[in-house]
């Protein structure tokens, strides 16, 4: 969603929130502007469609300037018109805005009454108005903010510049991520690390309430009470090289392709230790875990079909109750809370405004214990939870998710493996066991990524298609979710799944010639109930692709296509099948043509209702 980045330097930067801009271009957005100090002037640029647009208005306007800030906008208030676009700006003051502002109308009325003009329909322009009302009141820039956040309700992360104080910006984070980068004479802020990387990886995370003054010698940040306020430097490990292409032709055939290494990589402790220890989750983590009698699961879109796996598993391995649900509904009903369950947030960004907000409602339940498996090291969601997983898939730039999936699949077993430890319900020869099956995890995967040339050419039966099916049993009946939410969001084919035995209980009728059906049938204790129920399609003329493993008797036949993997993994088999499922989305959208890194509609990092 939208993205932020500022700079001020000796140097140009323009350059800089160029190329910031177009490193936060993955996470979608459908405007871009920037608006640097120029003099004792602010000049401002802004597009509707890709930065590169952006950026060519910039140049043949000659913008050059050692102080200036950008955005990229994903429209919530107002459509996608240049108006809307920001910075926007009040009598010199220019500002760039991540989130939703509540309480925008009353503030607008106010506003307005006091006779500011509006031209746009944003709820980000009244904050641009307030901080110019407080700056009249005789408040520097710094004290204006302060005092305008303090009348705004809801989420922001904010930059702000004003023409007539050239020698600073500043900046204030509530509910949206924002970070200060350090450099040598020069200094950054930025929504997303990704964003400033290529100036330095020396950052200060801001906490919640936070507000901070940015100068080229030096940085100032004040805490909620506006009381200075010293936040630890960090130096980011996110690589460069992990938001370059490379020799792939999208990020996320790229992502796909990287899921052996991101599994090793997530893997990599529990592999070494030689046994699931609870200090996977925390140096903390064992007093917490020993003492849990359930897990509630949170989460949305992708991360929710991790869960789902993960229910699984922890109902099986470790025998305790588990429950998952949608975080955007958990949030909104009268939900009955266990303080002895975990409530474990899954989310790849860490900032998914839904499952922030479901964790926040769990814990205002009386929920104490709470672990988040993320990707995104002090995100949101790991920050405000006492436990945390973090899979190391590296950055995630396609919208649709691939090695966060799976990679969240490794930290969820690990849970569940270590739950049974505690419990008395592991013995030692099944921890040898499972630690055998993921150590042998990267290369199951490596031999699924081989069936590539296979499953593309599976693809041409899809891209014509309208619609299609896809079917699972148990464990692997997420799988089939995550496959039809791939197929849809990147190939624009309407994709439904069901778990297989629930076919006949409403949708087979929508099975005819014209309906290919995806089944996931791995050789296990359910694949003669599956086979079953692909009779039940193949009797109606149903057309069937079947995902299976060694040893599952298939045979292709007429309307019947089989893809095999080299052999049964056992109880990681969900990891290993959802390669295909991933690889048939990825190229039946590229046939169709989409764009399919940044699909229609959707954002990387969902920081809105
Ligand atoms: C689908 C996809 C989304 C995300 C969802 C949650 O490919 O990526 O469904 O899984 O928006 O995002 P995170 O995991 O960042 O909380």
């Known amino acids: 969603m939208c993205g932020i980045v500022g700079a001020i330097a000796d140097r140009d930067v323009v350059p800089v929130l160029i190329e910031g801009l177009k490193r936060l271009e993955y996470r979608g957005y459908d405007s871009a502007g920037i608006a640097v100090v120029d003099g004792s002037d602010i000049r401002r640029v802004r597009r509707t469609g890709r930065v590169a647009e952006m950026e060519g208005a910039a140049g043949s306007e000659g913008f050059s300037a050692t102080l200036g800030i950008g955005h990229t906008r994903w429209a919530t208030h107002g459509g996608v018109t240049e108006s809307n676009a920001h910075p926007h700006v009040s009598h010199g003051v220019a500002l760039v805005h991540n989130g939703i502002i509540e309480n925008h109308e009353q503030q607008r009325e106010r506003l307005m009454a006091m006779g500011y003009a509006f031209e746009s329909q944003t709820d980000t322009e009244v904050i641009a108005h307030l901080i110019h009302h407080y700056l009249q009141g005789g408040d520097d820039l710094l004290g204006a903010l302060q005092r305008a956040v303090k009348e705004l309700h809801g989420a922001y992360a904010l930059a702000v510049v004003s023409r007539k104080e050239p020698g600073r910006m500043v900046c204030a984070r509530m509910g949206c991520p924002l970070l200060i980068g350090l450099g040598e004479g020069e200094n950054f802020v930025a929504s997303d690390v990704s964003a400033i990387l290529q100036a330095t990886r020396r950052v200060i995370f801001l906490e919640e309430g936070d507000t ?36 792939y032709r999208h990020f996320m055939q790229k992502e796909i392709h990287e899921q052996p290494r991101a599994l090793g990589d997530t893997m990599e402790a529990i592999i070494d230790a030689g046994v699931f220890e609870p200090t996977l989750f925390g140096k903390d983590a064992e007093a917490v875990l020993r003492g849990i009698e359930g897990v509630q699961i949170l989460a949305c879109g992708t991360s929710f079909y991790s869960g789902s796996v993960a229910r699984y598993w922890i109902e099986a391995i470790s025998g305790l109750p588990c429950s998952v649900e949608i975080a955007s509904e958990y949030r909104y009903r009268t939900a009955v809370a266990n303080p002895k369950h975990l409530v474990v947030t899954i989310s790849q960004s860490g900032e998914t405004l839904d499952t922030m907000e479901a964790l926040k409602y769990a814990k205002s339940l009386g929920h104490e214990h709470t672990l988040s498996i993320c990707n995104v090291p002090e995100s949101a969601i790991p920050r405000a939870s006492k436990l945390v997983f973090y899979t190391r898939a590296g950055a ?13 699949l490794v930290g969820l077993f690990a849970l569940a493996a270590t739950l049974a430890k505690l419990n008395g319900r592991l013995s030692e020869e099944k921890e040898a066991e499972y630690i055998e099956a993921l150590r042998h995890l990267p290369g199951s995967v490596q031999h699924a990524l081989n069936l590539e040339p296979q499953i593309a050419l599976w693809s041409e039966s899809f891209t014509p298609r309208h619609h299609a099916l896809f079917l699972g049993r148990g464990v692997h009946y997420p799988i089939a979710l995550e496959g039809a939410l791939k197929l849809k969001e990147i190939s624009y084919i309407h994709a439904e799944a069901y778990p297989a035995g629930e076919l006949k209980h ?28 692909m009779q039940e399609v193949r009797a109606r003329g149903g057309e069937l692709f079947v995902f299976t493993d060694a040893d599952s008797n298939f045979s292709e036949s007429e309307g019947v296509h089989v893809i095999r993997t080299p052999r049964h993994v056992g109880v990681l088999s969900p990891i290993v099948h959802t390669i295909p499922v991933q690889l048939l989305a990825y190229h039946t959208a590229l046939a169709r043509g989409t764009d399919v890194d940044k699909p229609r509609n959707l954002a990387k990092s969902v920081t809105v209702e």
């Open 212 to 247: 901070a003054e940015v100068r080229r010698d030096g940085v100032q940040v004040f805490d909620g009470d506006d009381q200075p306020v010293l936040r630890e430097e960090h130096l980011s490990d996110v690589s460069l090289s992990s938001l370059e292409l490379g020799p």
């Open 396 to 408: 995630e730039i396609g919208v649709a998710s691939t090695k966060a999936f799976t990679t969240q």
């Open 506 to 533: 409403g949708p087979l009728a929508l099975v005819d010639d014209a309906m290919p059906v995806v089944v996931i049938a791995p050789n296990d204790s359910l694949l003669e109930k599956v086979k079953s129920n």
